[in-house]
């Protein structure tokens, strides 16, 4: 199985500063397709989680552009430029180039 | 607007079974890859399986620690996706999320509500 590793676990950020946060997988998420097959998910407190980026830096529509996505191969990074309240909550990278898809173990994000 | 709502979660002791249900409405739901994805308690995320439309031959994959004892089925009439869950063991608490594909696209834009299933004695 792919292990997807993110960094740091938890971070504490003043609104308006940035967020960055990392995450590296196993083996290469890039397809002979071109694509690679790298996600990142926002889990609010309380709330199932949401999509926010596809494909390493693409963002769903409706994403805020504060979230930005990049990386390639097997190194990632989530950055949200300036952080604002209702960004709390906890950050999932996933892979699905391979079964099983796995999940990061997910970072925690505070408001200072 | 895209709704998706799981049902059937509750208590049930280790080794019985539970079939949970996941309502869809507001796509046209056949052309859907759909997913299952859980969350024990305190933990993070782990893939469950899948099921493909019935174009793909509406086939099922699985997560090993789940294969041969859960089963994902779709009725494409009803917009319901289904998990059958067996041999329930204490380590399969966690919420349940049915989660839609993107179209032709390997990741989850959509997510239910989330039901519980506790495994307990």
């Known amino acids: 199985d792919i292990v997807m590793t993110q960094t740091p676990l938890s971070l504490s950020v003043t609104p308006g500063q940035p967020a960055s946060i990392s995450c590296k997988s196993s083996?290469?998420?890039?397809?002979?397709?071109?694509?690679?097959?790298l996600y990142w998910y926002l889990q609010k407190p309380g709330q199932s989680p949401q999509l926010l980026i596809y494909?390493?830096?693409n963002r769903l529509s409706g994403v805020p552009d504060r979230f930005s996505g990049s990386g390639s191969g097997t190194d990632f990074i989530l950055k949200v430029s300036r952080v604002e309240a209702e960004d709390v909550g906890l950050y999932y990278c996933?892979?699905?180039?391979?079964?099983?898809?796995?999940f990061g173990q997910g970072t925690k994000l505070e408001i200072k | 607007e895209v709704q998706l709502v799981e049902s059937g979660g509750g208590l049930v002791q280790p080794g019985r079974s539970l079939r949970l249900s996941c309502s869809a409405s507001?796509?046209?739901?056949?052309?859907?890859?759909m997913s299952w994805v859980r969350q024990a308690p305190g933990k993070g995320l782990e893939w469950v399986g899948f099921?493909?439309?019935?174009?793909?031959?509406?086939?099922?994959e699985y997560a090993a620690s789940v294969k041969g004892r859960f089963t994902i089925s779709r009725d494409d009439f009803k917009s319901i996706a289904y998990l059958q869950m067996s041999s329930l063991k204490t380590e399969d608490t966690a919420v349940y999320y049915c989660?839609?594909?993107?179209?032709?696209?390997?990741?989850?834009?959509?997510w239910g509500q989330g039901t519980l299933v506790t495994v307990s004695s």
């Open positions: 507001g796509f046209t739901f056949g052309d859907y890859v």
């Open positions: 996933m892979q699905s180039i391979q079964l099983p898809y796995t």
């Open positions: 989660t839609r594909d993107r179209l032709n696209d390997p990741d989850f834009d959509y």
């Open positions: 099921i493909r439309s019935k174009v793909y031959g509406g086939t099922t």
């Open positions: 494909e390493v830096s």
């Open positions: 083996q290469s998420l890039l397809h002979s397709d071109g694509k690679t097959y």
